[in-house]
């Protein structure tokens, strides 16, 4: 029964003992939402993936940037087992590592995009896109897309609301704009 659950990315049964019998609560939740659930098993037809695997996965869709630290804290892993999660889904190419060693930061690959559901809020898509500009000088409303999962309207209107406020600035016009920080 546990294991049926944690395949169906559902939160455990509960049991408890009341001295005479013992009773088992199964939650039909999950901190998984249905949609996220679904795009972790279209992720599965690419690679075989561990429990751990699917958690770091969807942080990295709803927009974190994972570090050792960050995965250690989410799955209760001691170092080697946090790194092994990274470098294994790197290797299987589910994350891009930016950096090395202490410093690498793993972000999810462009090419998997997260359903909408999994979109930030507006502050934290702001952000996103300041920081992948800081970290690659500049980037074009395509680079946007990959790593938000917006659609091309949404994210010319989030980069020109930036370049308004004087918080990024245009390069070029037209084909092959990019916007990089001023």
Do not use: C
């Not at 990295?60 to 940037?65: K, L, P, Q, S, V």
């Not at 202490?102 to 999810?108: E, I, M, P």
């Not at 500009?133 to 790593?147: I, K, L, Y």
């Not at 600035?169 to 990019?178: A, H």
């Amino acid at each position: 029964m546990q294991d049926t659950m944690a395949d169906a990315m559902l939160d455990p049964p509960r049991f408890t003992d009341n001295g005479h019998e013992v009773v088992v609560e199964l939650p039909l939740r999950s901190s998984l939402a249905p949609m996220e659930r679904a795009w972790l098993r279209k992720l599965e037809h690419r690679g075989n993936l561990t429990g751990a695997d699917r958690i770091a996965i969807v942080n990295a869709a709803r927009g974190e940037i994972l570090t050792n630290a960050r995965v250690r804290e989410l799955l209760a892993l001691d170092r080697a087992a946090a790194t092994a999660v990274l470098g294994r889904l790197r290797d299987a190419g589910f994350l891009e590592q930016h950096g090395r060693r202490g410093g690498a930061t793993y972000r999810l690959t462009g090419s998997l995009n997260p359903p909408s559901g999994l979109r930030l809020g507006e502050a934290d898509l702001l952000k996103m896109v300041l920081e992948l500009s800081h970290d690659r000088g500049s980037v074009t409303n395509s680079d946007v897309r990959r790593a938000t999962g917006l659609d091309r309207v949404e994210s010319l209107a989030m980069l020109n609301r930036l370049v308004a406020d004087g918080r990024l600035k245009r390069i070029e016009e037209r084909r092959g704009t990019r916007y990089s920080l001023p």
